[in-house]
Every structure is written in structure tokens, then in C-alpha cells.
């Protein structure tokens, strides 16, 4: 599909209804310029030019010009802009970097595709921190809401004995299958999908879990956890944002959890705990 964009011009009383109309009228979200003008998008030009054409009748004194946006392939887009990272002991990068090792590291192959989870995002980068600091040779360890896989593998690239994965969306599964054997860790590296509640005590017990989620999920996942622990086990959170690290304390505490190492990136905040 090459897609249209409009670019539409109208006083500035009329914006805000014309904007509303725009974004009820093709179900897309416009861009609102710094000059004032508003981008609208269609799939095609007849699309474009029809669209144009009913916002001048509703708005006269609008201007609206139709114009080709270059073709983009989406499935190869979001790789703009990844780049390989260094966090501890890994090297996160991706297929189609070529960046190598150094020594004592370990080289982390990851292509995120359209599946949560790559080295771009603070909350990710905060878990692999903790994880590469608290992983133990020969673990068992436990990723809630898995997406990318990038948990689960780091941790047996780094000695873990075998991880599982736990995620709700079964295409993010398949991402993970193929980062699993990119990093030649398949055969001890598996994931499931359903819910994280009911999975991970049947998945259990863990050394070593960690749960990338949301501050709200993970309250409400903290006895489930618990149940999918040895004793002993640690526990990352992660996924929360450095302003919610005073809500989800009073939480831990009050379930009985001990905070013993906590990261901060790009404003994300991950906590590792433990469970008296």
C-alpha cells in the first residue's frame, strides 16, 4: 500500500474540530505541526483526494494538499536505529550486526521483530543489569511475560541451567523460539503461553525469576511469584517507571518482600528481592 498524507491548513478556531473530525473520519491519529498545521493519512491517493475533498465542504476556508509518503517496508523498519550494547558480562546485539565479543563476554543475538523486549528500552536494559549480576551457574529461572525471549536466554547464556518463558501472546512465542536458537540455547530454553498466575508456580520451582511487566501487574502476580520460588529463590521486577518505585516498595514490604539490589535507566527502575 503507498500511503497519502494531507497536509491541511484552516484558521486556528477551526483546528481543534477539524483535527477530531480528521482522526473520527479515517480511524488514524494526526500530526499536529508546530506551525499549525494538521497531517492526516490515507491508504492511497483517491483515498487522500476524497478525504480532502469532504474536509473543504465541511471547512471552506481550509487548504488541503495531497502528497505521496515514500514507500516503506514495515516489517524491516523498526530495525532503525538498533544498535549493540554492552550490559555487564553481554553484548546485546542483533542479526544484522556484526559486532563481536570481547573477552568474558557473552554475545546476546536478538531481533525483537514485533515482540516486546530488546536492548532500545530502559526497562529491558534495567532487568538484564540485576540479571547479570544475580544469575547463578546451573539456576532454574523463570521469565513473566517473556516477549523477545531476551530474558530467558540472556540468563543461559550467562550459566543459567534452563529458563522458561511465560508469555500471554503467542506470536511474541514464536520471536522468542527463534532468538532461542539463534543463541543456541533451544534446547534449554522453552516458552509457554497463557497466564503468568497460573503458569509460573506450575513452571516453578525458581532460583531466579523475573517479571518485565507492568507496576500494577506485578502487585498482583507478588503471591503467585511467591509459589514460584525455591526457597530462597530472587525475584527481578522490572518494567516500572523511576517515579513508581515509591508505590511498589510499600507493596514489596508489605508482602513480605525484602528489596536487595535495585537499577535505574533512561528513567526506568528494576528492583531485586526477596521473599521472607
Known amino acids: 500500500m503507498s500511503w497519502y498524507a494531507l497536509d491541511v491548513r484552516l484558521p486556528e478556531a477551526e483546528r481543534e474540530a477539524a483535527g477530531a473530525w480528521l482522526v473520527g473520519r479515517t ?21 487522500a483526494r476524497a478525504l480532502a475533498d469532504e474536509l473543504r465542504a465541511r471547512w471552506p476556508a481550509a487548504t488541503a494538499a495531497p502528497r505521496a509518503l515514500p514507500a516503506v517496508d514495515w516489517t524491516t523498519r523498526w530495525r532503525d536505529g538498533i544498535a549493540s550494547r554492552r550490559i555487564g558480562r553481554l553484548l546485546l546485539t542483533t542479526s544484522w550486526l556484526d559486532d563481536a565479543a570481547g573477552p568474558g ?27 547479570e549480576r544475580h544469575v547463578r ?45 539463534r ?8 516458552f509457554l503461553a497463557g497466564d503468568a ?23 498482583a502476580l507478588l503471591p503467585a511469584i511467591r509459589t514460584s520460588l525455591a526457597p530462597g529463590g530472587l525475584a527481578i521486577f522490572s518494567g516500572m ?15 513480605g518482600w525484602q528489596a536487595m539490589d535495585e537499577v535505574t535507566d533512561d528513567g526506568w527502575w528494576a528492583v531485586a528481592a526477596r521473599a521472607a
Open 197 to 219: 498466575a497460573q503458569l509460573g508456580p506450575l513452571a516453578g520451582p525458581a532460583d531466579l525469576l523475573c517479571s518485565n511487566i507492568l507496576r500494577t501487574v506485578n502487585v
Open 183 to 190: 543463541n543456541g540455547v533451544a534446547d534449554r530454553v522453552r
Open 27 to 47: 480511524g488514524q491519529a494526526i500530526e499536529e505541526r508546530p506551525d499549525g498545521a494538521l497531517v492526516a493519512f490515507a491508504g492511497d491517493e483517491a483515498g
Open 137 to 181: 551457574p546451573g539456576a532454574r529461572v523463570l521469565d513473566l511475560g517473556s516477549g523477545s525471549g531476551i530474558l530467558a536466554i540472556a540468563a543461559v547464556r550467562l550459566g543459567a541451567a534452563s529458563a522458561i518463558g511465560i508469555e500471554i501472546d503467542p506470536e511474541a512465542n514464536e520471536v522468542a523460539d527463534r532468538n532461542a536458537a
Open 241 to 255: 517507571e523511576e517515579g513508581e518505585a515509591d508505590l511498589f516498595r510499600p507493596a514489596l514490604m508489605a508482602a
Open 105 to 131: 563476554e557473552e554475545r546476546l543475538v536478538v531481533d525483537p521483530e514485533m515482540a516486546f523486549g530488546s536492548g532500545e528500552h530502559g526497562s529491558t536494559r534495567a532487568a538484564l543489569a540485576l540479571l
